[in-house]
């Protein structure tokens, strides 16, 4: 089925990359230098952890801070997390955000609380999650811990720009969704 077709030697750091079938990366880059390995695999937007299901995707875009367009915000929603990011135990729903920003003249950098109000339908249990960042990406994660259920939540974005000091021109947007547990 996948029989490599080429396994080559590239630089000067021993990195080799193993292909498949019409050139596919498979494996990943493998690096080896000063007896350190490293392996690179596909992103969580690529596919998703062993366990966890994706529900769907939510559009959260907000206006800009900096003078842009509008922030394109997908929200990925994903359940029976089984280890979820935040180290508490499972059950989980987590909702995952990234968005690269491309300008041609500047980088800018963003600062960013994000809060999601959550409910469990089911048992009426309540929580809010607050999850700062800062980064050149409208990139953030937050996980949930409802109990088996049905639940609803409110995600709440407040974007700044990072100009010398953080939350310079905060923008808000506000987007709803649900999930079951």
Same mark, same amino acid.
Request: charged residues 15%; glycine residues 10%; contains cysteine.
């Given at each position: +089925? %996948?029989? +490599?077709?080429?396994? %080559? ?13 019409? &050139? ?12 350190? #390995? ?13 366990? !966890? ?52 003249? +500047?980088?800018? !950098? ?13 048992? =009426?249990?309540? %929580? ?12 953030? !994660?937050?996980?949930?811990?409802? =109990?088996? &259920? ?11 720009? +990072? ?17 079951? #547990?």
């Amino acid at each position: +089925m %996948g029989s +490599m077709l080429s396994a %080559g030697r590239l630089g000067s750091m021993g990195t080799k990359t193993w292909w498949v079938k019409a &050139g596919t990366l498979v494996a990943g880059v493998l690096t080896a230098a000063s007896g350190a #390995a490293a392996v690179t695999a596909p992103t969580a937007s690529a596919a998703p952890p062993s366990g !966890e299901r994706y529900v769907g995707t939510l559009r959260c875009d907000s206006p800009n801070p900096w003078p842009m367009g509008r922030l394109r915000i997908p929200v990925d929603v994903f359940t029976d997390i089984a280890h979820p990011s935040d180290g508490l135990p499972g059950p989980a729903i987590a909702l995952k955000a990234s968005n690269s920003v491309h300008s041609i003249m +500047m980088s800018p !950098e963003f600062t960013t609380l994000t809060t999601v109000r959550w409910r469990n339908r089911d048992t =009426g249990r309540r %929580g809010v999650v607050r999850v700062p960042s800062r980064s050149t990406r409208i990139d953030w !994660e937050a996980v949930i811990h409802p =109990g088996r &259920g049905h639940v609803t939540f409110t995600v709440t974005q407040k974007i700044g720009a +990072m100009a010398f000091v953080p939350m310079v021109n905060p923008q808000y947007s506000t987007c709803r969704g649900s999930a079951r #547990a």
